[in-house]
């Protein structure tokens, strides 16, 4: 069982318009309602491959209610953390041009109480976990080292880790050295502090990465370009075919659960399977069609299946080996 972590729960609206004018009323032809976040459309998606996984959230208030809900008719087995402050809500406009513009509430505070009921949760279960996925932001008063305090406990119980948040209690979590970590190419600049305009000064980057954090897995994604993935000796990148995105918010959370599913399938410790060529490949390929996927849905996270096997065939892959 995958234990996902993404604590920030968001009870998501998607608007369809004809077109947004500033300053004037705006009428919506159209409204979509579905629970998201980066923590449950990973689960989601990872339905889609029929993986076994939990998502450990915070929920508050009668939108908290409502987001539980939609997520247990989706499936999704969930393990939440209630709070007094209320769970966001979301919106996307999707205008007629296909122009997407995304207005995303603030998240409500935890208490020190309800931050500490919430790692225990998650410290619990992973005694039963195959891997651990932290996505997405920390939620406003939890402590820098929350997430670095999983990747801790992960750790400690050779469950392998998979990062996908960047600001500070992600880079904090790095730290504490998760197997895989997924950020984009303007995080990998930061982060590192060297160019990653050429794939030779990429590479550069993710040694930096993998020597400073014993990283074993370095993943950049870039959105509608595809994805590029690094093991210390092999370099993948994957570019998906061109389609008319419908909406892209949770393409990203997707690409990490395609990996997650194509990882899980091989047999044996992943710390032993890193290194392998045609897995790094599988994984990010298969990354890179359930992003695509889902980008071709209305809804964040709900990927169709039919539609998933279509994209998989015009997935180009390219491979380096790295000396």
């Given at each position: 069982m995958i234990v996902?972590?993404?604590r920030n729960s968001t009870w998501q609206k998607t608007y369809r318009c004809g077109s947004v004018a500033r300053g004037e009323v705006n009428r919506i032809d159209e409204v979509i309602e579905s629970p998201a976040g980066k923590g449950s459309n990973v689960c989601r998606a990872l339905g889609v491959y029929d993986v076994a996984c939990e998502l450990h959230a915070y929920i508050g208030g009668p939108t908290g209610d409502k987001f539980a809900s939609a997520c247990e008719l989706?499936?999704?087995?969930s393990r939440f953390t209630r709070i007094a402050g209320e769970t966001r809500v979301c919106v996307t406009l999707i205008e007629a041009d296909a122009t997407v513009t995304e207005l995303v509430e603030?998240?409500?505070?935890v208490t020190d109480d309800e931050s500490r009921d919430a790692e225990a949760l998650t410290l619990g279960a992973l005694d039963s976990a195959s891997m651990l996925a932290i996505c997405g932001t920390a939620m406003t008063g939890e402590s820098e080292d929350c997430y670095r305090t999983l990747v801790r406990g992960a750790k400690d119980r050779n469950v392998p880790v998979v990062l996908d948040s960047y600001r500070r209690h992600g880079r904090r979590a790095l730290e504490?050295?998760?197997?895989?970590?997924?950020?984009?190419?303007?995080e990998l600049a930061e982060l590192t502090g060297l160019p990653v305009d050429t794939e030779t000064s990429r590479i550069a980057a993710y040694r930096d990465l993998i020597e400073r954090f014993g990283v074993l897995w370095a993943v950049i994604t870039n959105g509608k370009d595809g994805a590029e993935a690094f093991n210390g000796r092999t370099l993948v990148h994957v570019r998906p075919?061109?389609?008319a995105a419908v909406n892209p918010i949770g393409s990203g959370d997707s690409v990490t659960a395609g990996m997650l599913a194509r990882i899980l399938e091989t047999e044996g410790k992943f710390s032993d399977r890193y290194r392998d060529a045609d897995?790094?490949?599988a994984a990010l390929a298969?990354?890179?069609a359930a992003g695509t996927a889902n980008c071709l849905s209305e809804k964040p996270g709900y990927i169709d299946r039919t539609t998933l096997t279509k994209v998989r065939s015009g997935i180009v892959v390219e491979q380096h080996d790295i000396a």
């Open positions: 996902v972590v993404g989706d499936g999704i087995r603030p998240a409500p505070p504490a050295g998760p197997d895989i970590v997924k950020i984009n190419r303007d075919p061109a389609v897995l790094l490949r298969e990354g890179v």
